[in-house]
């Protein structure tokens, strides 16, 4: 029998599951595979397996039931736990990753699974996965990247201003002895705010897929991060040394467990 997880939302939500059902294996011993039935209708919105990640065979029953976060949950919960495994967790029911005992069971996985500690047991095989990946993208023109993240973040407690990219921006330059001069790429949902608000002299990348980018971010050797999962990822999918990437403080507010990293340049929000 095999635990199944469930991806759903963008790319650095989908990473963090791809992590966490690589620990559940670890952990249980059982395989793992995934519910792919929340891009049913948005395939072009699965980014994982554009990185390299084998997100293994998915039987084509399993991606056309209803998903347990849309219209028909209840319906989605019981067609799921009469097919097997017979049973279901939710993260929000869990209050964080699963116990050893609950590990004993092979089970339906369904969240974000945000945990930093369950990430640095699987790492090290992400990074192995991804890395021809990342080494096939185009060479970055520039060695400082920028991230932007405004689309549904405007407006929320996670949200920027442009005063903290210039802060982060000036105190990464400095804390690495940079030319003041040294160019920048901006990766950006929004460049018309970045070039009306940033006041920083930058180049633009365009838009692209969202594997697209977030391998491009993360072959940059210095990086200043949104709050964004997204972000996150660009800066944990190589191995880097301090103090090449700066994030704001805290990561996101409220997170538990915190997504701070050891290391990590940070500036106030």
């Given at each position: 029998m095999k635990n199944v997880v469930g991806l759903l939302g963008g790319l650095g939500n989908?990473?963090?599951?791809?992590?966490?059902?690589?620990?559940?294996?670890?952990?249980?011993?059982?395989?793992?595979?995934?519910?792919?039935?929340?891009?049913?209708?948005r395939p072009d919105y699965l980014g994982v397996a554009a990185l390299g990640l084998?997100?293994?065979?998915?039987?084509?029953?399993?991606?056309?039931?209803?998903?347990?976060g849309g219209r028909y949950p209840r319906t989605a919960r019981v067609l799921r736990t009469l097919a097997g495994p017979s049973t279901l967790w939710r993260e929000v029911d869990l209050g964080g990753l699963p116990t050893p005992l609950q590990l004993k069971t092979p089970a339906w996985y369904y969240g974000y699974w945000q945990a930093p500690s369950a990430v640095a047991e699987t790492i090290g095989a992400l990074r192995s996965e991804s890395l021809p990946a990342i080494m096939e993208s185009?060479?970055?023109?520039?060695?400082?990247?920028?991230?932007?993240?405004?689309?549904?973040?405007?407006g929320q407690q996670s949200s920027l201003d442009a005063r903290y990219y210039r802060v982060a921006l000036d105190r990464l330059i400095r804390a690495?002895?940079?030319p003041s001069a040294e160019g920048v790429t901006v990766f950006s949902d929004d460049p018309a705010w970045c070039r009306e608000n940033l006041e920083i002299r930058a180049q633009y990348a365009p838009a692209q897929s969202a594997a697209h980018d977030l391998l491009s971010l993360s072959r940059h050797e210095f990086l200043v991060l949104s709050g964004s999962t997204f972000s996150w990822w660009a800066a944990n999918l190589q191995e880097r040394e301090a103090p090449t990437v700066i994030a704001p403080a805290a990561f996101t507010p409220g997170a538990v467990?915190?997504?701070?990293?050891?290391?990590?340049?940070?500036?106030?929000?």
């Open positions: 989908q990473l963090f599951q791809y992590s966490f059902g690589k620990w559940l294996e670890l952990q249980s011993g059982h395989p793992t595979k995934f519910d792919l039935s929340a891009f049913r209708s084998s997100l293994g065979e998915t039987a084509d029953w399993l991606n056309r039931l209803p998903y347990p185009s060479a970055p023109s520039t060695r400082i990247a920028m991230h932007v993240r405004r689309g549904d973040m405007v690495n002895a940079l467990p915190p997504l701070d990293m050891p290391g990590w340049l940070t500036v106030a929000r």
